[in-house]
Nanobody, 122 residues
Framework: VQLQASGGGLVQPGDSLSLSCAAS????????IAWFRQAPGQERTFVAV????????AYADSVKGRFTISRDTAKNTVYLQLNNLKPEDTAIYYC????????????????WGQGTQVTVSS
């Protein structure tokens, strides 16, 4: 599975962004999809995940209530809506796909997108 992340940009605190993760193949629905982020000099950390059907989601505590993950199976795309952005949300955001494993662990994921930069600054 090839993943293409897009939608990042430079915004001010309190603004919103919508990230997209488009997959290359129809078997996309066989995978659960997660978003991770990595700030300069820091480890890659879990942000959100959605299961195969889209019925179940989970979020890091730091983004709960502000970010929303969703998926459109017909379009082979997963979205991450980022609201009320804060400077500490600045990072490169990566989407990733896996067929099984612990959803919040980086090592679970077999396929990664190239990342999209989100910068929150006044």
């Amino acid at each position: 599975v090839q993943l293409q992340a897009s939608g990042g940009g430079l915004v001010q605190p309190g603004d919103s962004l919508s990230l997209s993760c488009a997959a290359s193949q129809r078997t996309f629905s066989n995978y659960f999809i997660a978003w991770f982020r990595q700030a300069p000099g820091q480890e890659r950390t879990f942000v959100a995940v959605i299961n195969r059907s889209g019925a179940q989601t989970a979020y890091a505590d730091s983004v709960k209530g502000r970010f929303t993950i969703s998926r459109d199976t017909a379009k082979n795309t997963v979205y991450l809506q980022l609201n009320n952005l804060k400077p500490e949300d600045t990072a490169i955001y990566y989407c990733a796909a896996a067929a099984r494993g612990q959803m919040q662990l980086v090592g679970t994921y077999d396929y990664w997108g190239q990342g999209t930069q989100v910068t929150v600054s006044s």
